[in-house]
């Protein structure tokens, strides 16, 4: 008996535990066959989303953008980018996603619009010390004709954080600051009209009916432009500073920003919710995923860990005690947008697997690692156990498109078809993050692996067409057919946020309990360990003997 698809409930709470996928739009599904994956596309997906099982999508954005930073540039945040679609076409999808249960979180981007946005477009055409201006952060350079940039503060995507403008009369002018690329110039965010604008942002998509936001460089709204800056090396040394201290990061004065957005939210019924990426401290998390402020924030600390059992207890007891603190719930992920896959992260050689900042080994394929030199099986081994476990955390699970197909990083493509600004700004040093955003394989064969009939805007392996769903579909042992299986027996896991602990004669072997009689345990060792009694309701790795084999994690209910 077929049963009629339900919208969904009006549960307040439904983020604390949901499986949210993460759709990179232009590189989904390409609908209207121009290489670039547009809104279409995914409504045409909606029911491989409703087959995945997942509770909600998140869409990098979609906005009018000419792409410099993959549409994290944004000329206009109240509109779809022509070469994605319509408006319409956002309604439909958002429908059609409803429709099938699936709850739609979008991007907004605050800290920086685009050098295409009206007000840019402005500011460079009105005068120094114009309220355009004062829209941005504008400022004099030093040197006797201000052909100096005010300071020696570093761009996160390489060179220099400050452009030079030419006046509306010609002549070389002011400088203004932009923490990505020179396309995104950064806003001042103690105008209060850039509050407003924002505010109205938020009401925008929250009346559409959006059910959430993802807020990026949540930690980074907020600047002291004055901070004496002659002692930096650069500004990214975060550990020059004391925790709240630093000009550019994780301010205090950022919340006051979202205690602001909050009020908004909770207009809503339900009321919306939001998720901050905020790259900061341990310590200082909670702040942005408080009540009062965004209700949830990114942790990456699995992310940037080894594939190690230690440091998984460590990173998981932390954050459950610390969102049990807060209020919040916990968030879990290993890949995004920005990060090397982590099916390809945990095959890399010896001592790799972790994109920790600063840490040795850091984006490994980001700067240009050799892909022959991944072992792709250990890879997915470990990143299916990983995944195994964190779908079994108390807390909302983030995953990225093409993870369930068990995708492994592009690492082939030429530099003359690479897009990401990180490598067009560190020559020779980054190939950038090109290689995660690679549009999927739906088919075997065929014009890009049945992502569109018009190609594909960034190369696609020929290997690709091995991890095509539609391959994976018809195969009952596929990465595919495991991840659908865990996210539904996932719904059955949904009550109490708690999980216990069972102490492992085994350091390699991580034992853990959830209400219901559900037991987790994951080997991160090389040798096979004994399984608790009960029934084995899923495996990341074909059991041996009743046997847990190494890399491998299970899900096991015990009788009675
Ligand atoms: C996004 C990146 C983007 C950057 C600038 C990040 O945190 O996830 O993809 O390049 O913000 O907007």
């Not at 699970?397 to 492994?408: R, S, T």
Request: glycine share 10%; hydrophobic share 35%.
């Amino acid at each position: 008996m077929s049963t009629t698809p339900a919208t969904p409930a009006p549960d307040a709470d439904w983020w604390r535990q949901a499986a949210v996928y993460q759709i990179y739009p232009r590189s989904f599904a390409d609908a209207n066959g121009d290489g670039i994956g547009d809104l279409k596309g995914i409504t045409s997906r909606v029911p491989y989303l409703k087959q995945l099982g997942i509770d909600a999508v998140w869409l990098s954005p979609f906005y009018p953008s000419a792409l410099a930073d993959g549409g994290y540039d944004v000329d206009d945040y109240r509109d779809v980018d022509p070469k994605l679609g319509t408006l319409e076409d956002f309604d439909e999808m958002s429908a059609a996603l409803h429709e099938a249960g699936i709850r739609v979180i979008v991007d907004i981007v605050p800290n920086h619009t685009s050098d295409r946005h009206e007000w840019f477009k402005e500011a460079l055409a009105s005068p120094k010390g114009s309220a355009a201006r004062e829209r941005y952060i504008f400022r004099d350079g030093q040197g006797a004709d201000g052909e100096l940039p005010p300071n020696d503060w570093t761009s996160i995507f390489g060179g220099g954080a400050w452009e030079r403008v030419t006046e509306p009369d010609g002549t070389p002018g002011q400088w203004y600051f932009h923490l990505f690329a020179m396309e995104q110039p950064d806003l001042n965010w103690d105008n209060p009209e850039v509050h407003e604008d924002f505010k109205k942002t938020l009401r925008f998509w929250s009346d559409r009916g959006v059910d959430g936001f993802r807020v990026d460089v949540a930690h980074g709204l907020k600047k002291d432009m004055d901070a004496a800056h002659d002692d930096l090396e650069t500004i990214h040394r975060a550990d020059l500073f004391s925790l709240g201290e630093h000009p550019l990061w994780d301010r205090d004065e950022v919340h006051s920003i979202y205690a602001g957005w909050r009020e908004i939210f909770n207009e809503y019924t339900p009321p919306r919710t939001a998720v901050a990426e905020a790259w900061v401290h341990a310590d200082r998390r909670a702040k942005y995923a408080s009540p009062e402020g965004l209700g949830q924030a990114f942790n990456f600390d699995l992310l940037q860990a080894d594939f190690d059992a230690g440091q998984y207890r460590e990173i998981i007891a932390t954050n459950l005690a610390e969102a049990a603190a807060t209020g919040a719930s916990s968030t879990w992920v290993f890949s995004n947008h920005d990060v090397v896959r982590h099916a390809t992260r945990y095959g890399l050689p010896k001592g790799g697997g972790h994109i920790g900042v600063g840490q040795d080994g850091r984006d490994w394929l980001l700067r240009g690692g050799d892909p022959a030199e991944v072992d792709v099986e250990l890879g997915l081994r470990r990143a299916k156990a990983a995944t195994a476990l964190m779908l079994a955390l108390p807390g909302s699970a983030y995953l990225y498109q093409g993870e369930e197909l068990g995708l492994q990083e592009v690492g082939e493509i030429p530099d003359s078809e690479r897009q990401d600004p990180t490598f067009f700004r560190n020559p020779g040093i980054e190939v950038g993050r090109d290689g995660c955003r690679v549009p999927l394989p739906w088919e075997q064969e065929g014009t890009s692996f049945g992502f569109g009939s018009g190609g594909s805007h960034l190369p696609q392996p020929a290997w690709f067409g091995r991890y095509a769903a539609s391959v994976q579909e018809a195969d009952a042992g596929s990465t595919l057919a495991f991840y659908r299986r865990a996210l539904a027996l996932r719904h059955e896991l949904q009550g109490a946020e708690r999980l216990t602990w069972h102490e492992s004669a085994d350091d390699d072997v991580l034992h853990f309990e959830r209400p219901g009689g559900w037991h987790v345990v994951a080997n991160f060792g090389d040798a096979p360990v004994n399984l608790p009694e009960g029934d084995l309701l899923l495996v990341s790795a074909e059991a041996e003997e009743g046997k847990l084999p190494a890399g491998a994690t299970a899900w096991i209910r015990s009788q009675g």
